[in-house]
């Protein structure tokens, strides 16, 4: 057990509509990554928050927004909802910002859009 | 030409093998690399981190990094079923600020 928790487990939803995926770091960490992990494109970077400050972003779509709060917890909201975003979200916290920090992931969120 | 490319298997072995996992990378500003392990279902977790080019040894695992062929790979000797899983190289810049480009993962089998 790496100590970052999300929640819900799985998602079923249909295309056009909005889920909150929430995502708990491990006590003392304050940084929290959201990556994407599909079978075609493999475990993609998404986006990084660092206490509560947006520090980094990647591959992340307009139709994709997320935050964190100040007890830290971060929610990743997924709009507008299509068929190809179907995938595995994946919560990483680190104590820091920096590279080579170590980033333990949580268990994921398993999205799927009919 | 993508990043990180990994051979993605699926690789199977008898127990007891010595299994070599590879990723080459093509760009030169990476400096830390990393190989995670990830269960069927599960998140990935840390198995090996090296900073730079070089050898690491944990047990079982060892991480040898060569940044001039811009190669790293990971060995597993004497194997064992529960290691069964997908392994991901992930690699990360030194000015980056912590996002990780990881290889698309090469699925391992250790059969009894």
């Known amino acids: 057990d790496s100590g970052v928790t999300q929640t819900p487990k799985h998602l079923i939803t249909a295309t056009g509509q909005r889920v909150t995926l929430r995502c708990s770091p491990r006590s003392g960490d304050l940084s929290v990554y959201w990556y994407q992990q599909s079978l075609d494109q493999g475990l993609q970077f998404l986006i990084q928050?660092?206490?509560?400050?947006?520090?980094a972003k990647g591959n992340i779509l307009e139709r994709f927004s997320a935050q964190q709060f100040p007890d830290l917890h971060s929610e990743l909201n997924l709009s507008s909802l299509e068929l190809g975003d179907s995938a595995l979200y994946f919560c990483?916290?680190?104590?820091?910002?920096?590279?080579?920090?170590?980033?333990?992931f949580g268990p994921g969120t398993r999205l799927t859009v009919l | 030409q993508k990043e990180v490319e990994q051979d993605p298997g699926p690789l199977s072995v008898p127990e007891g093998a010595i299994v070599s996992l590879n990723c080459t990378y093509s760009?030169?500003?990476?400096?830390?690399f990393m190989w995670y392990r990830q269960y069927s279902r599960k998140g990935p977790e840390l198995l090996m981190y090296t900073y730079s080019s070089g050898n690491k040894e944990d047990g079982r695992f060892t991480a040898q990094v060569d940044k001039s062929s811009k190669y790293i790979s990971l060995f597993i000797r004497d194997s064992q079923p529960s290691d069964s899983a997908t392994y991901l190289c992930a690699l990360e810049g030194r000015g980056s600020q912590g996002n990780l480009i990881f290889g698309k993962g090469t699925k391992l089998s250790v059969k009894p």
């Open positions: 760009n030169s500003a990476f400096q830390y």
């Open positions: 990483a916290s680190s104590v820091t910002s920096g590279p080579g920090d170590t980033q333990y």
């Open positions: 928050y660092y206490n509560g400050e947006e520090r």
